[in-house]
Structure formats: structure tokens, C-alpha cells
């Protein structure tokens, strides 16, 4: 079985990005770039559905020349491979139309993606991937009772393949819903999916070997102009600190006349 | 034909409210583009809900079918671009609720058209340009979309639900044939909780690391939680933490919410957390800490023991 995963180059989500004073971006210039997190969830339900089912599992990424460690990382956790298209940023429209591209060069059973990217937040690469490719799509894959259940202490993936069926549980408002596509699928991580594995010495120094094809997304004859445009970047408005209450007696008086919260 | 299409979401047999938001949006883009707004009611013995939804909107076209029984991206995307279609809409909009963040990008791919996921908002009073959160909420973009048909998803907590109009507007049965599909809808089970839902409460207690250990949450938080028939969430450490499920996570990765009050107890207030409950009316915050960040936008901060606070506040209510 041949599972490609994306993993996109993203800002460390722990920290602020600072805007830029004339609001027409974001400043990145001495950020720590990780891996999206839920991408390397991605990886990891990848490289445990490998192990079952045996066969390749290729880590593909959009960006700078720089998304190469990114890249790397995927490969130290176990992958064998990497594809990097150089581009600028690309709005989710395009990312989905340069996969649609790999795609049909690489014929995967299996496309495994992170909900969201956690700069732009947009949630829908992997849902536009599926719609151009008319292949079905369980977003939000999850597994039931989580993190904590016997199938994740013993590294169990949460999707399961069988007889060219990937059966999914995916995390919906509400509850869980199953959901069973036939193969080739799209599949989009949730955060209670796995807990990724760390990438050992070995594997980080196996992962130098590991062939990575680099190739500038205009080689690919996709057209990738936007469809989303990006006008101005903004400070969120911040909001004004209350007051400090001495005690319960006064908390629950502002509530009720002040605030009426009560 | 420029029209906006609003595409309804069905809760147990109902109209979500998180759809009468998006038909306030839905208003408000179609002023702009001067056209209707329509509805879109897809499932299977939805008339109910069509008329729930022709009091609020100008036309309402139903996809009444048995292969729509279930809410599949697959089939919706499909009954969606046909609708869009004969509804003539350059705008199609639904709620970015769960369901709705799986199946309208789909509909965008069938389309051809860009999308923007999670709208505030209208950035002017004028044009096309809107806002929206990125950057797990610390920056707010303005984006502009180049394609003739337009995907729009709304943040439910930034709109009021559009009232009902004086007389109801007509509804329409279309007929919509689909692929078979590739996908099969094996499930839905059902997280019972006597408690709101997180996204949905009026009211939210959120527990953070000063409640020291996972025992506290049934000793202090849901006692609390009971008086206030409030809904239980948590920041993403004591979720790390394993004390409590990750549903109960409020943050950037977790849940955003906007009740009328949180009462945030032992919460820091780390970046993470704030972006997702930032948009509460009202806020209070129980720190012992009174360089915790969350104090710089609460409305009440209370800098006590938690453990002697939390008790009190119960007893009070």
C-alpha cells in the first residue's frame, strides 16, 4: 500500500507572530518553524498503517526550500520518501491542485493530511483534494476513547484498512461518527488520532540517505493563482481588563447588577 | 443572479441554531450583492425543517432523498453545487461547524470556486472583503475572494440568529442526481452528557493547572458547574495532562465558545487557550496568581485560592 502524507512548514504555534507595521504580513524573521501538529499525526497513522499493511509511505511538502527539514523530520519518524514543490505560500485551492498532480504521478492508495494548518487555519486542502479528485473523504479522523485507549498504548492506527476499505471514526460536534470509504481515499488527522512518535538518532541519521525529489511547482504546469487574496493583516482587538474583586460577596453582586451574567 | 445560498444543518431532528446565524450573514452579503437569500434543506422527511427555514429566508429549496440520509461530504458537496446552480448563487454559506468545515470545501472543489472558512465578518460597510481569524486568533486577516462563485463558512459565535420574517418565504422541491457513492455511513454514536454542549452553554467553567490534580475537576469544577447548569472545559495542559478528554479542550486547537459568562479557575491564560474563548460576554477569572495572564482580559478577577473560592462561590449561587 502507498500512503502519501503533507506536512507543511509552519510557525511554532506556541509562540506570537508579530505583523508587520504596515499590515501587509506577518513578520517570520526569527521564528522556529515546526511541523504542523497535526500533520505529524498524519505521519504517524501513516507509518503505523505501513506497518500493517507493509508497502511506502511518501511525506510531501509545499514551501520554501527551507520545508526540507520538515521533510526530514517525516523520514527520520520512518518514512522513505519525499517530494518537496518549491513555491511561494499557496492559498488551499492551489496546494489541492498541485496534489491533484502528485497524485495521478503517484497513484496512492491513501492520502493522509492534517485537518488544518495552524498559521492560516483554513481547514480544506484535504476536503478540495478529495472534491477534484472525486474520491470520498473522512475529515476529523479520531479514534474512539482516544488517547487513552488500549489501541494507542499498544500503537494501533485509527483507520482501518480492509478489503480496499479504510473505515474511519471521525470527531463530530456531538459525538463520534464511523464512516467507510472505498480505497483511494482522503483521510484529515484530528488531535485524538495518535500520539506521534519522536524521530530516534538512527532515524534522524538514516533520514540524510532518504531520497527527496525538489522540484519548482512551475515545472508542474499547474496553475496556482489564488483564489483567496490576502488584503491586510491585523492585531485582533484586544479587549480591557476588568476590575479586581476582593471577594466572593463582590463577584456575585457584579455579576447579577453589573454584568447581569446571573 | 446573484443570489446567496445558506446550506442548513439538521440537529436531531431540528434546525441548528448555528444556521440562523449564518442567514444573518447571509442578509448582510446579499445587500451587497443585491440579490435573495435561499435556503438549502438536504436529507431525507425534511419538510419540517424546510418550512423551520423558509420563515427566515426568501426561498427554500429541498433535496428530499434517501441517499441524503445521512450528512456525507461525498453526496452533500453534490446536492450543494446542484443547488447553487439553480438557486443562481454567487454566494454559498453554511455555518463552520463541524459538518459544515467537512462538506464546503468540497463544494468549492465542485464549484470552482475559493473559499473563506471561519468568517467574522464583513471588513466595511462596502465590497466583498471580509475577516478572519488566523494564527490560532492572534491575527485577524482581511481576505478578498477572485472567483465568480464564492465559499463562505461563519463562525456561529459572531452572529445573532436572524429572527423570523413577517410572512415565510416559498419552498421548493429539487431533484438532484447523484454518483454513486464511495463512501458508507456505518455510525453515529452519541457522546451522552447531562451537561450544554461546550460550543452551545450559555455558561462555562473551564479548569486549568491550578486545580493541581484530575480529582478536583469532580470535586470543585461540577459542583459549581451544576448550579450554573454551565457546560465543563478545560486548557490544553491538564488536557496533556490526561486528567480530563480532549473534547473538553477550549482553545486554538480544541473548541472556540463565546457563552454569555466564563469562569476561568486555574487557567493561566497561555496564548493557546485565550484564542479560544476570548469572544465570552463576560469573563471571571480565580487565580492565586496575580501575574496570570488571563487577569489582563478578564471583566472580574478574583487573585484567592481556588480551593477556598471555588467552595464559596458554589454555596452562594
Same mark, same amino acid.
Request: proline content about 6%.
Given at each position: 500500500?502507498?500512503?502519501?502524507?503533507?506536512?507543511?512548514?509552519?510557525?511554532?504555534?506556541?509562540?506570537?507572530?508579530?505583523?508587520?507595521?504596515?499590515?501587509?504580513?506577518?513578520?517570520?524573521?526569527?521564528?522556529?518553524?515546526?511541523?504542523?501538529?497535526?500533520?505529524?499525526?498524519?505521519?504517524?497513522?501513516?507509518?503505523?498503517?505501513?506497518?500493517?499493511?507493509?508497502?511506502?509511505?511518501?511525506?510531501?511538502?509545499?514551501?520554501?526550500?527551507?520545508?526540507?527539514?520538515?521533510?526530514?523530520?517525516?523520514?527520520?519518524?520512518?518514512?522513505?520518501?519525499?517530494?518537496?514543490?518549491?513555491?511561494? *505560500?499557496?492559498?488551499?485551492?492551489? /496546494?489541492? =491542485?498541485?496534489?491533484?498532480?502528485?497524485? !495521478?504521478?503517484? #497513484?496512492? &492508495? %491513501?492520502?493522509?493530511?492534517?485537518?488544518?494548518?495552524?498559521?492560516?487555519?483554513?481547514?480544506?486542502?484535504?476536503?478540495?483534494?478529495?472534491?477534484?479528485?472525486?474520491?470520498?473523504?473522512?475529515?476529523?479522523?479520531?479514534?474512539?476513547?482516544?488517547?487513552?485507549?488500549?489501541?494507542?498504548?499498544?500503537?494501533?492506527?485509527?483507520?482501518?484498512? *480492509?478489503?480496499?476499505?479504510?473505515? /474511519?471514526? =471521525?470527531?463530530?460536534?456531538?459525538?463520534? !461518527?464511523?464512516? #467507510?470509504? &472505498? %480505497?483511494?481515499?482522503?483521510?484529515?488527522?484530528?488531535?485524538?488520532?495518535?500520539?506521534?512518535?519522536?524521530?530516534?538518532?538512527?532515524?534522524?541519521?538514516?533520514?540524510?540517505?532518504?531520497?527527496?525529489?525538489?522540484?519548482?511547482?512551475?515545472?508542474?504546469?499547474?496553475?496556482?493563482?489564488?483564489?483567496?487574496?490576502?488584503?491586510?493583516?491585523? *492585531?485582533?482587538?484586544?479587549?480591557?481588563?476588568?476590575?479586581?474583586?476582593?471577594?466572593?460577596? !463582590?463577584?456575585?453582586?457584579?455579576?447579577?447588577?453589573?454584568?447581569?451574567?446571573? | 443572479?446573484?443570489?446567496?445560498?445558506?446550506?442548513?444543518?439538521?440537529?436531531?431532528?431540528?434546525?441548528?441554531?448555528?444556521?440562523?446565524?449564518?442567514?444573518?450573514?447571509?442578509?448582510?452579503?446579499?445587500?451587497?450583492?443585491?440579490?435573495?437569500?435561499?435556503?438549502?434543506?438536504?436529507?431525507?422527511?425534511?419538510?419540517?425543517?424546510?418550512?423551520?427555514?423558509?420563515?427566515?429566508?426568501?426561498?427554500?429549496?429541498?433535496?428530499?432523498?434517501?441517499?441524503?440520509?445521512?450528512?456525507?461530504?461525498?453526496?452533500?458537496?453534490?446536492?450543494?453545487?446542484?443547488?447553487?446552480?439553480?438557486?443562481?448563487?454567487?454566494?454559498?454559506?453554511?455555518?463552520?461547524?463541524?459538518?459544515?468545515?467537512?462538506?464546503?470545501?468540497?463544494?468549492?472543489?465542485?464549484?470552482?470556486?475559493?473559499?473563506?472558512?471561519?468568517?467574522?465578518?464583513?471588513?466595511?460597510?462596502?465590497?466583498?472583503?471580509?475577516?478572519?481569524?488566523?494564527?490560532?486568533?492572534?491575527?485577524?486577516?482581511?481576505?478578498?475572494?477572485?472567483?465568480?462563485?464564492?465559499?463562505?463558512?461563519?463562525?456561529?459565535?459572531?452572529?445573532?440568529?436572524?429572527?423570523?420574517?413577517?410572512?415565510?418565504?416559498?419552498?421548493?422541491?429539487?431533484?438532484?442526481?447523484?454518483?454513486?457513492?464511495?463512501?458508507?455511513?456505518?455510525?453515529?454514536?452519541?457522546?451522552?452528557?447531562?451537561?450544554?454542549?461546550?460550543?452551545?452553554?450559555?455558561?462555562?467553567?473551564?479548569?486549568?493547572?491550578?486545580?493541581?490534580?484530575?480529582?478536583?475537576?469532580?470535586?470543585?469544577?461540577?459542583?459549581?458547574?451544576?448550579?450554573?447548569?454551565?457546560?465543563?472545559?478545560?486548557?490544553?495542559?491538564?488536557?496533556?495532562?490526561?486528567?480530563?478528554?480532549?473534547?473538553?479542550?477550549?482553545?486554538?486547537?480544541?473548541?472556540?465558545?463565546?457563552?454569555?459568562?466564563?469562569?476561568?479557575?486555574?487557567?493561566?491564560?497561555?496564548?493557546?487557550?485565550?484564542?479560544?474563548?476570548?469572544?465570552?460576554?463576560?469573563?471571571?477569572?480565580?487565580?492565586?496568581?496575580?501575574?496570570?495572564?488571563?487577569?489582563?482580559?478578564?471583566?472580574?478577577?478574583?487573585?484567592?485560592?481556588?480551593?477556598?473560592?471555588?467552595?464559596?462561590?458554589?454555596?452562594?449561587?
Amino acid at each position: 500500500m502507498k500512503i502519501l502524507v503533507t506536512v507543511k512548514r509552519v510557525t511554532d504555534y506556541e509562540r506570537k507572530v508579530k505583523i508587520a507595521p504596515d499590515g501587509s504580513g506577518l513578520v517570520t524573521e526569527g521564528m522556529t518553524f515546526v511541523p504542523n501538529p497535526f500533520d505529524e499525526i498524519a505521519v504517524e497513522e501513516a507509518l503505523r498503517l505501513q506497518k500493517q499493511h507493509g508497502g511506502e509511505v511518501v511525506v510531501v511538502s509545499l514551501g520554501s526550500k527551507d520545508a526540507i527539514q520538515q521533510i526530514r523530520q517525516g523520514l527520520a519518524m520512518g518514512a522513505q520518501r519525499g517530494i518537496l514543490v518549491e513555491s511561494e *505560500e499557496l492559498d488551499p485551492d492551489a /496546494v489541492a =491542485r498541485v496534489l491533484v498532480k502528485l497524485v !495521478e504521478e503517484e #497513484q496512492p &492508495d %491513501l492520502i493522509i493530511m492534517g485537518k488544518q494548518d495552524t498559521d492560516n487555519d483554513a481547514n480544506q486542502a484535504g476536503q478540495l483534494l478529495a472534491g477534484y479528485l472525486g474520491w470520498p473523504q473522512a475529515t476529523f479522523a479520531s479514534k474512539v476513547e482516544g488517547l487513552d485507549s488500549a489501541d494507542e498504548k499498544a500503537q494501533k492506527p485509527g483507520v482501518v484498512i *480492509e478489503d480496499g476499505k479504510a473505515t /474511519v471514526i =471521525r470527531e463530530v460536534d456531538g459525538g463520534l !461518527e464511523t464512516l #467507510q470509504m &472505498d %480505497l483511494p481515499a482522503v483521510v484529515t488527522t484530528d488531535l485524538r488520532l495518535n500520539h506521534p512518535r519522536f524521530a530516534s538518532l538512527p532515524g534522524i541519521m538514516k533520514a540524510k540517505k532518504k531520497p527527496v525529489r525538489e522540484i519548482p511547482v512551475a515545472e508542474l504546469g499547474v496553475d496556482v493563482t489564488p483564489k483567496v487574496k490576502t488584503l491586510k493583516y491585523e *492585531e485582533p482587538p484586544t479587549r480591557q481588563a476588568g476590575v479586581t474583586v476582593g471577594s466572593v460577596d !463582590e463577584l456575585l453582586e457584579k455579576l447579577k447588577t453589573e454584568a447581569k451574567a446571573l | 443572479m446573484s443570489n446567496v445560498l445558506v446550506v442548513a444543518e439538521l440537529s436531531e431532528g431540528s434546525l441548528k441554531r448555528a444556521t440562523e446565524t449564518c442567514v444573518t450573514f447571509a442578509k448582510d452579503a446579499a445587500a451587497r450583492t443585491g440579490g435573495k437569500v435561499h435556503g438549502l434543506v438536504l436529507g431525507q422527511g425534511v419538510d419540517g425543517i424546510a418550512q423551520e427555514l423558509a420563515k427566515r429566508v426568501d426561498v427554500v429549496h429541498v433535496v428530499d432523498q434517501e441517499a441524503l440520509k445521512d450528512p456525507m461530504a461525498e453526496t452533500y458537496a453534490q446536492a450543494i453545487k446542484a443547488a447553487a446552480d439553480a438557486a443562481g448563487a454567487t454566494i454559498v454559506t453554511m455555518a463552520a461547524t463541524a459538518h459544515g468545515k467537512d462538506v464546503m470545501p468540497r463544494a468549492a472543489a465542485l464549484l470552482n470556486a475559493g473559499m473563506a472558512s471561519d468568517i467574522l465578518g464583513f471588513a466595511s460597510d462596502e465590497g466583498m472583503a471580509m475577516r478572519r481569524p488566523i494564527q490560532a486568533g492572534n491575527v485577524i486577516a482581511t481576505v478578498e475572494l477572485t472567483s465568480d462563485i464564492k465559499v463562505i463558512s461563519t463562525r456561529p459565535t459572531e452572529f445573532d440568529p436572524a429572527p423570523e420574517a413577517a410572512s415565510p418565504g416559498e419552498v421548493k422541491a429539487l431533484s438532484v442526481e447523484l454518483a454513486p457513492p464511495k463512501t458508507r455511513y456505518v455510525k453515529f454514536d452519541k457522546i451522552a452528557s447531562e451537561r450544554p454542549d461546550l460550543t452551545d452553554a450559555t455558561v462555562v467553567i473551564s479548569g486549568g493547572r491550578g486545580l493541581k490534580e484530575a480529582g478536583n475537576f469532580p470535586k470543585l469544577i461540577e459542583p459549581l458547574a451544576d448550579k450554573l447548569n454551565a457546560a465543563i472545559g478545560a486548557s490544553r495542559a491538564v488536557v496533556d495532562a490526561g486528567w480530563v478528554p480532549n473534547d473538553m479542550q477550549v482553545g486554538q486547537t480544541g473548541k472556540v465558545v463565546a457563552p454569555n459568562l466564563y469562569i476561568a479557575v486555574g487557567i493561566s491564560g497561555a496564548i493557546q487557550h485565550v484564542a479560544g474563548m476570548k469572544g465570552s460576554k463576560t469573563i471571571v477569572a480565580i487565580n492565586k496568581d496575580p501575574e496570570a495572564p488571563i487577569f489582563q482580559l478578564a471583566d472580574y478577577g478574583l487573585v484567592d485560592d481556588l480551593f477556598k473560592i471555588v467552595p464559596e462561590l458554589t454555596e452562594k449561587l
